[in-house]
């Protein structure tokens, strides 16, 4: 397993449209690698902490302080394996280090101490699945992509806007592009971009540097200077403490927030470019289906669309929506190459798509359809941070 | 202990200038109070989490999942009495309250599983101590000024600018008042705010709601609207996750980033009024030291200057500094009451000073100070957010 991965990351680097495992056959056979001792903190590493520690092969290592526990277990590992087991070290500590190496990028885990869910104190928390959660950073082959660089930077702020259909003030984080405070007559374009199940609006920044992604963009003069708006997508309970499951999920509310609180505070607070010409939407996971239901709904809000992980637009859909082909500019569609290795394969009850062969179809039919799959990375951030990289040169372009 | 606190909030309240205890022989000898029951979740627990919760007098009580532990406790508790152990409930989960109410405001804590020092996974996290610790929240009797009303909101954004002094981008925060969008031609006041030891750049917003103090103290016209600029001020140490100690701190460092780094990239990043007059420096605990190193040798940089809970200026303080007496308009210093009754209680060694004496000596010969005590609070955030609510109402009045 881990010899097929570290392959496949050589096979595989900047092509962007192999998604399925190579065959393996003769390393297969050869037996487990060695585990390289060049190990090093995380990146996400709380300030001084020197555990958990990740080697040049992607392999994670854990050390936690809890001397008179009976057990810990990281909840990261290898596919199916349930975790990582930590043992008892002579000095007290329980040490550990995963079956194999993990896929290059940014992964969530809690620890479990004697049956109970805590998370790692050596690690920063990020929000996801409903709760904060430690993480950590296996480095990329393709980091500088979204690396802090000696670059004009963007700022990322907090706003808090009246939402009458919620009765509350609710909290967005917008991107101005570097150049906005000192350019007072610019007005900009603007992409609003959702977080997937049971994350929020810290996700992506904390998790998916989407700042530092358009800086570096920016500088490279590779992608437009926009504004990015992020909010809280999961609107469907409201009661505050009770986020809504996905069973029964329905975007009316959040699209009522988006749509109409969001959108006219933004264009009455920034230096918007106020039109669909000049709006965007996208989103990962739940996100993505966020998106598609939004922007088929309000054709005439939207003129670029993306979809991360969360759906595909097949030629049915486009011209099941009226105005879509028309009017919208492009419909992005990506994957984690490891989520489409999947869907292949389908396990039983589920009808098994192929999304490179609907967006195919889709351009095909003359619509600007973009197919994007990230290298070897599953349902996870480094999916979406290059997805988000893919899809922003080509917003705006007209 | 905690009839004594109950009874200080009623004395107080309303009452900035009273910090001693008032004696209560009578219900000294009344026996413990009955504990209570109607707790509810604390208002910075994580979505969903019923614990930990606080009652209506103060006591806080945690409940904590982890079956096959032997022993949990919580580090919160009354002075010296080293936190609250926590006892295994029939349904396996851990319980405990603890022996009395805590002080209204927001408390630091962890938990200490079988040795190991955990977060409690029901609360959000919150920079302090090195670390990001477990928060709670007793509700203030005064909590209003700092609450999230449906009043215009400024906005807090991320800046990452560049420090030649430390080869880093460093990360700021900067809360814009409301209407700054807005208003193209105005330009603003500046105060820069900093954090205590072991915090960071966060802290100001994230347990002090230094935006919804500003928000509304501008709503009511209470405050004129300006600026705040919070940044990481333990610079003393530059290594990459080797915070500085207290006992070795030189404040230089961050004299250079703030002053000759930060300040510059505000006055061309944002509209400020860029001179002296409206330029405003505080900072609590260390911050405080900070401060008061950072504006005596910068006396043509900044006019006004807040110490919360970080040392006071004596008279001899501003005839030894040149140009203080002329040129600086407020000296703003304030404590939380009960850690004045701990200075003038002085533990052996250390000489008793009186605060509110020297700030009084210092009013009396002519210069602008002035001393604010928190009722019933500690070296905590409910006194440093009390703190900002009287002093922003000071600044740049001219």
């Given at each position: 397993m881990s010899m097929n991965r570290s392959i496949l990351l050589r096979l595989t680097t900047g092509c962007a449209l192999v998604w399925a495992a190579a065959p393996t056959p003769v390393l297969a056979q050869a037996g487990p690698e060695a585990v390289v001792e060049d190990f090093r903190p995380s990146s996400?590493?709380?300030?001084?902490?020197?555990?958990?520690q990740v080697n040049s092969q992607g392999y994670v290592r854990f050390r936690v302080q809890a001397p008179q526990a009976q057990s810990v277990k990281a909840t990261l590992g290898l596919g199916g394996q349930g975790g990582t087991e930590l043992h008892k070290a002579a000095d007290g500590a329980w040490i550990g280090t995963t079956s194999g190496p993990l896929d290059e990028g940014f992964h969530y885990y809690h620890l479990n101490v004697d049956g109970g869910v805590f998370n790692d104190p050596g690690t920063l928390n990020f929000y996801g699945s409903i709760r904060w959660e430690s993480g950590i950073e296996v480095p990329a082959h393709d980091a500088d992509f979204y690396a802090l660089k000696n670059v004009p930077h963007g700022n990322v702020q907090q706003i808090l806007f009246p939402s009458p259909s919620t009765g509350t003030q609710r909290r967005a984080f917008v991107y101005t592009p570097p150049g906005y405070d000192a350019k007072a007559a610019t007005r900009y374009p603007v992409l609003y971009l959702q977080h997937g199940w049971g994350e929020d609006e810290t996700a992506w920044t904390n998790q998916g540097h989407a700042n530092l992604i358009m800086d570096n963009l920016i500088a490279e003069k590779a992608a437009r200077p926009f504004i990015i708006v992020m909010t809280y997508g999961m609107t469907n309970d409201i009661k505050p403490g009770a986020p809504g499951g996905l069973a029964s999920f329905s975007v009316k509310p959040f699209e009522t927030v988006l749509v109409h609180e969001l959108i006219p505070y933004v264009d009455s607070h920034f230096r918007t470019l106020a039109d669909r010409n000049h709006r965007a939407m996208a989103g990962l996971s739940m996100g993505g289906f966020e998106t598609k239901a939004i922007t088929t709904a309000n054709v005439d809000k939207f003129a670029y669309v993306g979809l991360f992980s969360g759906g595909t637009f097949t030629v049915d859909d486009v011209a099941k929506t009226p105005g879509f082909r028309d009017k919208m500019k492009l419909a992005f569609v990506s994957f984690g190459g490891r989520e489409l290795a999947g869907r292949r394969t389908a396990p039983p009850g589920i009808a098994p798509s192929d999304p490179a062969a609907e967006a195919k179809a889709l351009k095909a039919s003359g619509f600007n359809s973009v197919f994007y799959v990230s290298p070897n990375t599953a349902h996870e951030f480094l999916s979406w941070r290059r997805s988000l990289h893919e899809f922003a040169p080509l917003l705006f372009r007209d």
């Open positions: 996400v590493n709380q300030p001084g902490q020197e555990y958990p």
